[in-house]
């Protein structure tokens, strides 16, 4: 691992010592001139053994050791074909910093290559080089804070290139600090939930988040029972750690909106947050159980994302209504039968205690909805139907609101936290029905991520635009690109950030 020092700088004739130079070329018709104009600019003769692998149709690599500078070249042929996308640079470099780790490189060099050449496949021309920021911080992170013999942090001085320098230092900006809330929300997704019991997660967002312009408010138990918060306190009763309801409120101070004219938008972030999921008295197979650690995953984005809005100062109101409480089964845990009263007023008959989640979702949705905000977003480890019906690489999203629904599903493209919308249609309602509740808390088998966004949908007001994701494939390792594993993996954040900028550019 890595302590990064980033610099945006003109093409370099002459490098520091202990120094790698990575650069690209795109394969095709003039891959030859294009190895030409790279020597020329940079002063270099390669030998013939290093020029054949490049050339051939299979090579893709040149490692060279020239006389001179840097000492280090390592040099990339990139095909722009139907295999291509906008997560190339990214992913490459999540690869890429691993294969430098135990090299005695001191400085890297990265020769950002041309943005016309790949121009249909990226939002701007910034964007594209925040690509490239964004992989060298997922290639730098590991959760090994357990692990008594981990390797202390190089000094690695990055120095970027590009055509557009004003855009790269943007772009090296943006980079590290949407990272930063990646990263965070990380951190939290990975922690075991013997340290990261509901009471010390508030607590450690109180200690990370909490300042003049983004207030953490935490309700205990005895304030959530006075709200009448009965489907958080019903999940969270099985388990010695009592549950908390989080409020975190970013809205920037008058001076740093002095310059806007329009009201600020008004968003609700709502995050799922089962510190642990045992699946209560419906208990869940033993197997992979380890990951329901992260089934908090929600919670964890919706701190990230504010964290991380904090830090680009935007101008943009946020909430971030996190429920947090641990299923465990004991002899307080709530029953298969049991009917609980919302915050809401609307009652719900319990089938299936291992579908929890939207139980306290539904009080989080209507505390949000009391907020009166502009939109509502939930993002939730909901379901493995979603799971099932997208694989692990995508996230479900619902919503009956067109403009909402294009918008994120556009964020997903642009970011790479891709989502695919599935039905909300009314025909579902009758699967979630009743004989002694106003709703039952599970649906069946069959559309089950469906049927939960359905129940969800009963704790929203009508009249606010609101979507629900669920996040319980990709939140978790899998094996889609480099930075999707070995650990949870943040996706969300970068598309909440995404989503929540162009609202505001709107």
């Known amino acids: 691992m890595f302590n990064y020092k980033f610099k945006a700088v003109q093409p370099v004739k002459k490098f520091n010592e202990a120094s ?40 893709s690599v040149v490692i060279t050791k020239e006389a001179g500078q840097p000492e280090i070249i390592n040099l990339f042929k990139v095909k722009i074909d139907e295999k291509f996308s906008n997560d190339y640079f990214r992913n490459f470099f999540t690869g890429f910093v691993s294969t430098i780790e135990k090299l005695p490189v001191q400085n890297l060099y990265i020769k950002i290559p041309n943005y016309a050449d790949v121009k249909k496949y990226f939002v701007s021309e910034e964007y594209f080089y925040q690509t490239f920021v964004e992989g ?4 730098n992170y590991k959760f090994d804070k357990y692990k008594t013999n981990r390797s202390e942090k190089a000094n690695l001085n990055v120095f970027l290139t590009a055509e557009n320098i004003p855009q790269l230092e943007n772009a090296i900006a943006n980079g590290f600090i949407a990272m930063e809330g990646v990263n965070f ?5 990975n922690e075991p939930a013997i340290n990261l019991s509901p009471k010390e997660f508030a607590n450690r967002l109180k200690k990370e988040l909490s300042c003049r312009e983004l207030k953490v408010t935490v309700f205990d138990e005895k304030e959530i029972a006075k709200r009448k918060m009965n489907g958080l306190i019903a999940v969270g009763k099985g388990s010695i ?9 970013y809205k920037p101070s008058v001076i740093s909106r002095s310059k806007e004219k329009k009201r600020l938008r008004k968003i609700a972030l709502v995050g799922k ?30 701190a990230g994302t504010l964290l991380s809005a904090l830090k680009m100062k935007l101008p943009v109101e946020l909430y971030g209504i996190i429920p947090a ?22 009652t719900v008959e319990v089938d299936n205690t291992d579908a929890e989640g939207r139980i306290i979702l539904a009080d989080a949705l209507h505390y949000a909805s009391q907020l009166k905000p502009d939109m509502i977003v939930d993002l939730a480890t909901l379901t493995g139907g979603c799971v099932v019906a997208l694989g692990e690489f ?10 909402l629904a294009d918008e994120i599903y556009k964020s997903g493209l642009t970011t790479y936290d891709r989502v695919w919308r599935l039905p909300l249609w009314d025909d579902y309602d009758f699967l979630n029905e009743s004989d002694v509740a106003d709703v039952k808390n599970i649906g069946g088998r069959w559309g089950s991520a469906i049927t939960a966004a359905k129940f969800l949908e009963n704790f929203v007001d009508k009249s606010i635009p609101w979507a629900h994701i669920d996040i319980a494939g990709p939140a978790c390792p899998n094996k889609l690109n480099n930075y999707t594993k070995p650990y949870m993996t943040g996706f969300g954040v970068r598309l ?9 550019k709107n």
């Open 136 to 139: 060298l911080f997922y290639g």
């Open 325 to 346: 409480a641990e299923n465990m089964p004991s002899g307080r845990a709530l029953k298969p039968g049991d009917i609980i009263t919302t915050a809401s007023g609307k």
């Open 496 to 504: 909440l950030l995404d989503y929540i900028t162009n609202q505001i």
């Open 241 to 249: 750690n009592p549950p908390q309801f989080i409020v975190l409120h």
């Open 394 to 403: 995508v996230a479900g999203l619902f919503t009956k609101d067109e403009s």
């Open 273 to 302: 947050g089962i510190m642990f999921d045992s699946g209560g008295i419906s208990l869940k197979p033993a197997a992979d159980m380890w990951q329901m650690k992260a089934d908090m995953s929600g919670a964890a984005v919706v």
């Open 185 to 189: 929300t990380k951190d939290l997704q």
């Open 20 to 59: 790698l130079l990575t650069a690209f070329l795109y394969d095709d018709d003039n891959l030859k001139d294009r190895l030409k104009e790279f020597e020329k600019e940079f002063g270099l003769q390669l030998s013939n053994h290093n020029r054949k692998p490049l050339l051939a149709k299979s090579g």
